[in-house]
Structures are given as structure tokens and as C-alpha cells.
């Protein structure tokens, strides 16, 4: 059954420690989608890439977020220093080609106190 | 640049009504649109999607969507609700260069 897997499901963490949110993305896929989702303002989309290069992170604070794919199998997503604000849910998603459905993993629950 | 608006963040409806969930989108090139449903604590995960063809599209779970160019919407819609189908539901927008945005969520709340 190929799903998308994040670690870790829940991360507690306190102000100005950084924070890593790995995704490995279902195999075969070439677009993988980080999203943001919070009461407030929702689903924000923060990056994608395409065969492993970053096409979009618009969306992303770039003094202290930053999103990588070392290898094909493997998404991070790093904050650095984090900060209060930052405590939401943060999904990873992937997709075969740019135009059809993105399959979410379970997310990972950021608590930064 | 693309957007999307659902026009009702929470739906509360009977068991066994019908129920419509709006969604209006706005771009400037062709999308592709989804509906996807999130239950708590968990993944979104797909409902339905249309990306041509026929206007009328049917998902899972007894769901069925209607692509309107001329009103640019995607309008969600179901006969017969069951208090499962309780949850938050996303409109997305894909401008087929891969960008998926997605709407601010619409929560159907049903109820006995």
C-alpha cells in the first residue's frame, strides 16, 4: 500500500531550537508539495519541487525555513530558529505528474513553546 | 495568479439531507480542480477531480462535483449525507504547471 511517510507525528520543541520534518514521498513520484495548516489561515502551500528542484517556495519565510530534497526518496523541511508562530500542522504531499491528484501524508503536529 | 474561495466555512445539515459545498476559483490559464476531504487528525485525501471532459464528476463516498467555466466554480454535492461523511472539505486549484493551492476548508457537520 504506497503512502506517504512523515516523521515525526508530533515534535515539541522550545523557542530558537531548530527543526527537522523529514517526508519520504510515495516511489516513483517526481512533485512533492510542503504545506503549512493552521486555524487561521489554512492550507498554505510553503514549497514544491519537481525532480528534486525547488520550482516554488514562495510561500516560505526564508530568514529561518528551508526545504530540500537530498535524493528522491527523501524531503526535509527545516526551521531554524523556531518560534512560537511556527506550531501548526505541516503536511507533506506527492504526485506522479504536476497535474494530477497529491497523495498527503499524515503530517507532523509542531508545538514550539 | 490562482485562487480559491469556498464561500462557506461550516455546513450543518441532517442525516439523509442533500448537501451542496461552493466553491468558486479564479486563474488566468485552464486548471485542473479536486475536492478533498480531511477527517480529524488525519491526511487529506481525494475526493474527486476534474481535469476534462465531462463537467459532471463523480468521486467516492457518493460525492459528485460540477465544473461551470462560465461561473468558475466547482460545486460539491451529495443527495444523502450520513453523519460519517462529518468533516472538513478542500476545493483545490492546479494551474497545470503543478501549483495546488487550496481553499480555506469547509467543515460539514451532520447531524442526527
Known amino acids: 500500500d504506497a503512502r506517504v511517510t512523515q516523521t515525526p507525528r508530533h515534535k515539541v520543541t522550545e523557542m530558537g531550537q531548530e527543526v527537522t520534518m523529514r517526508c519520504q514521498p510515495i516511489l516513483g513520484h517526481n512533485t512533492v508539495f510542503w504545506y503549512r495548516q493552521t486555524m487561521m489561515q489554512g492550507l498554505e502551500l510553503l514549497a514544491y519541487?519537481?525532480?528534486?528542484?525547488?520550482?516554488?517556495d514562495s510561500g516560505m519565510p526564508k530568514d529561518r525555513f528551508s526545504a530540500e530534497m537530498p535524493d528522491a526518496t527523501l524531503a526535509t523541511l527545516k526551521i531554524q530558529p523556531s518560534e512560537p508562530r511556527d506550531s501548526a500542522v505541516y503536511f507533506c504531499?506527492?504526485?506522479?505528474?504536476?497535474?494530477?491528484?497529491?497523495?498527503f501524508g499524515q503530517g507532523t503536529r509542531l508545538t514550539v513553546v | 495568479a490562482q485562487s480559491v474561495t469556498q464561500l462557506d466555512s461550516q455546513v450543518p445539515v441532517f442525516e439523509e439531507a442533500p448537501v451542496e459545498l461552493r466553491c468558486n476559483y479564479s486563474?488566468?490559464?485552464?486548471?485542473?480542480l479536486f475536492w478533498y476531504v480531511q477527517y480529524p487528525n488525519q491526511g487529506l485525501q481525494l475526493l474527486l477531480k476534474y481535469l476534462s471532459g465531462s463537467t459532471l464528476v463523480k468521486g467516492i463516498n457518493g460525492f459528485e462535483a460540477e465544473f461551470n467555466k462560465s461561473q468558475t466554480s466547482f460545486h460539491l454535492r451529495k443527495p444523502s449525507v450520513h453523519i460519517s461523511d462529518t468533516a472538513e472539505y478542500f476545493c483545490a486549484v492546479n494551474n497545470q504547471g503543478g501549483k495546488l493551492i487550496f481553499g480555506q476548508g469547509t467543515e460539514l457537520s451532520v447531524k442526527p
Open positions: 504531499a506527492s504526485g506522479d505528474r504536476g497535474d494530477t491528484e497529491a497523495f
Open positions: 519541487f519537481r525532480n528534486r528542484a525547488p520550482l516554488d
Open positions: 486563474s488566468s490559464v485552464s486548471v485542473y
